[in-house]
């Protein structure tokens, strides 16, 4: 069982990088992900909010559709959490690209 873990988190891992790199799949599936629980995280609707938000920040339809509806289950101050750590990995990675 401790192999099938940690393979989850390596997996976790890999998509974290790639879509703080830019890839709105990527961000959709890590939303999907917390939000379901899938993957091997805790499900975490400040995370699958954030991912969500930038998945439909890259153009995603999917995203603006799953962060709406998760939306719907957070109160104020966690949808302000998400977007504050939305908008920290956007600082991020622009700072990155330029």
């Known amino acids: ?3 099938s873990i940690k393979s989850a988190q390596f997996l976790i891992d890999a998509r974290l ?3 703080a790199a830019g890839s709105a799949e990527e ?8 939000s379901c629980g899938t993957g091997g995280v ?13 998945a439909a920040l890259r153009g995603s ?6 962060r709406a509806e998760i939306a719907e ?6 949808i302000a959490e998400a977007q504050r ?3 920290a990995i956007i600082a991020t990675t622009q700072l990155r690209a330029a």
Do not use: P
């Open 73 to 78: 289950e957070m109160t104020a101050r966690e």
């Open 27 to 34: 961000c959709f599936d890590l939303g999907v992900a917390y």
């Open 17 to 19: 990088s790639r879509a």
């Open 42 to 54: 805790v499900i975490d609707l400040i995370e699958a909010h954030k991912w969500f938000n930038l």
């Open 85 to 87: 750590q939305a908008r």
């Open 1 to 3: 069982m401790g192999n």
């Open 61 to 66: 339809e999917q995203g603006q559709s799953m």
